[in-house]
Structures are given as C-alpha cells and as structure tokens.
C-alpha cells in the first residue's frame, strides 16, 4: 500500500513537471512572454532572479579578502563612480540618467548598498557585473585598485550628502581601458576568451566557445589558426593578430573594425585563444 502510494505520488509528481515544462515551453515558443523593456517582470519572477543572484554573489564572492582602505580611496571612488555608474545608478542629489530610468529591471540608486552586500561582494559585482541585468562587468575596463576604491565610496555612500558628493566626485581624468596596464606574462587562452566577450567581439563575430547571438556582422573567427591572412593583408601570425585587434584602423584604413582600445595583454591572450587549434 505505501509502495503504491509513494509510486503514484511520484508519477503525479513527473506528470506535474512535465505539464509545467510543456506549458513554459507553449509561452515561449509562442512568444506570448513580453520581454520589452516597457513592462517589468512579474513580481514573482523579479523576486525569483534576485534571489538567485544574491545568493550566486555570496556564494562565488565568499574567498576575497577586502584590502585594507586606502588613503583617498572614498574621493577617487568618487570619481572614478560619477564617471562610469552615475548614469545608471544616480547619486546624491543627482538623478539617474535616461540609460538608468529606461531599464528593467530598474539599475536603482546604491545608497544602501553597504547594508546589503559586504564590501567583497560589492568587489566581486563591480569586477564580474550582473548577466541579463545591464550591470557590466568592469574588471576588464578598471584598474584593481579602483574597483577597491569604487567599493570604499559605496560604503561611505549613505552618510554623503548632495554638497558632499558634488564636491567630491567631480570627473578626474581617468585612463581610457586600452591605456590600463597588467603584468606580462605568457598569452592565457582562457582569459583571452573571457577578454574577447568583455570588448563584446561576439556582437559581431561568431567565436567558437562563446556563447553569443546568430550574428553576421563581422567574419566568423573559426579556423584562423588555418588562415594564410588577416583581414586580407597580414600574415596570419600571433604578433600581426594582436596588431589588428589593437589598431585595426592603421592596419587597413577604412575598414569596418573599430578601435577599442585593448589593452596589450588583453589582445595577445584573445589572439593565443582564437589561434589555437580548432578542438
């Protein structure tokens, strides 16, 4: 008897399933789900993807030590916050710019963030953003130190008023990301492959093992270990990829690839990724 009851609970329990990935499956394949930005989520669903965000962040974030503070560090977070988040995010006295007020969900404004995450978790969202959120990954267009500073000043966030915040946070010149400098080393293709998707090259090229839409704009980087040339006028080799990944407008003026700024590191670990063997 207790067989055959634990039995049907569990087929009603895959019936049940079935049903609901069946009927998940009719919506979206119908489109019926609104994914403009126009409407927010459903309660439940924004509730949903919070928590699993939260709990993805306490979870990945648990092994870094925040550093010590460091002298200055709340004024050059300032900084370095007006110019890169303000937009999204506003700030004291300051309203969030048309970018922040039109997405969903809704970036929001940090005053409390010091009272929901702890400073490596606040570290660890600036450094490897939010997927499907609009918060970018920054650890590839900030310096370490400003990442730590950028935490600093959102923990100093809540007790800064509007004067404060203006008198502190005006735009200091900042390094463009191309100018930002990292240790030398042996090319890594793993990091390569993260750098490639954080200079958004899957936006127009199709990269094998990056995930990334059916898109057709640029060349399909496959294969370019077996290429006799580079964007027709370079030997296919290592130093003339990273040449043209760092400055393709000198290489071939006019040509649809832009300049954006890789850093020397970043653009010898994406050449050692797309040029190794196709696997």
Known sequence: MVRRLIATAAASLCLALLAGALAAALVLQAGWYDASAIRPHFQFV?????????????FHARDIVAPPAAAGAVARGGAVFRQHCEQCHGGPGMPMGVIGLSMQPVPGPLADAARRWKAREMYWITSNGIKMSGMPAWRFHLGEQEVWDVVAFLGALPAITPAEYAAIAKPAPLPRPGTLQAPAGAPDRERGRLAL??????SCHHIPGVTGPLTYVGPDLGGL????????KLPATQENLVQWIRTPQEVKPGTAMPQLGVPERDARDMAAYLLQPAR
């Open 225 to 232: 270990a077996h290429r006799s040339f580079i964007a027709g």
């Open 46 to 58: 924004h509730t949903l993807i919070e928590r699993g965000m939260q709990q993805s962040v306490r």
């Open 197 to 202: 998707t954080q200079f958004a090259c899957q």
